[in-house]
């Protein structure tokens, strides 16, 4: 806390948590330790980074005024995460019953036996998302830590396994099916080239059998000829 005789400053620093592309803010508060009322008037070295409200106002005595100040969200980091910007605070008494409205510029110049207090405030930039301590483990007492899958080389083999079976099911299911379409194939050809050999064997027999009737027809005419060539001989003999 910085201390005048007109204002107490809470806190003397400016912390941001910075993250990029994200605007971050933080407050102060003026605490009017007088009798008399003060008007205050906020500055900083970069304007355009920064929005205060208020950045003028009245504190009456006895009375705390809180401050915001808002940083605009940042592209990138400064290096080393160190920031120059600076804010200045202006403090100076007032007539009793002053408004903000009637703040003007005019009333923080030094004139003559004028006091006119100031305070210089710095920017720290804090990480927004801090990294965590990590534990101490104290050797006795302290339970052994659960093994992970991948820790633990036996499950992760079993694991391995288990995926390596779920993804040759549908492989051996289908060579299953491939050699059954193909073992019916095979089956369906030999069908056909049996039932063909068959068909050929019966022709052959066919043409035999046809082959014989008319030979044995052919010698029955010729004996019947010569047996009719004889009787006609015998008859006209």
């Known amino acids: 806390m910085s201390t005048g005789d007109l204002l107490n400053i809470h806190p003397i620093e400016l912390k941001f948590p910075f ?3 994200k605007q971050s803010s933080c407050s102060m508060q003026l ?3 007088s009798d ?19 950045n003028t106002g009245i504190v009456m005595p006895g009375s705390t005024c809180s401050v915001t100040v808002t940083m605009q969200a940042q592209k990138e980091a400064p ?7 600076k804010f200045l605070l202006q403090s100076v008494v007032a007539p ?6 009637e703040i003007t510029s005019e009333m923080f110049n030094k004139e003559g036996d ?10 720290v930039y804090i990480p927004a998302n801090p990294p965590s301590p990590v534990p101490e483990e104290s050797d006795e007492g302290s339970s052994p830590p659960r093994p992970s899958v991948l820790e633990n080389g036996y499950q992760d083999s079993s694991l391995l396994d288990a995926v390596s079976r779920t993804l040759e099911e549908p492989k051996e ?7 059954l379409i193909s073992r019916l194939t095979e089956e369906k050809t030999s069908a056909l080239q049996q039932n063909q050999k ?6 052959l027999m066919r043409k035999q059998i046809s082959k014989k009737h008319t030979g044995s027809v052919s010698l029955l005419v010729a004996f019947l000829i010569g047996l009719f060539g004889i009787l006609v001989g015998y008859i006209f003999k």
Do not use: I
């Open 31 to 33: 605490t009017n330790k």
């Open 96 to 101: 009793n019953g002053t408004t903000t409205k």
């Open 19 to 21: 993250e990029l592309r």
């Open 79 to 85: 290096p080393d995460m160190q920031c120059k910007d």
């Open 36 to 54: 008399k009322y003060v008007a205050f008037k906020v500055k900083t070295t970069n304007p355009k980074k920064y929005c205060v409200r208020p």
């Open 173 to 179: 299911k289908s060579f299953e099916t491939w050699s």
């Open 198 to 203: 068959l068909q050929h064997e019966l022709e």
């Open 114 to 123: 004028k006091v006119v207090e100031e305070f210089k405030l710095r920017v």
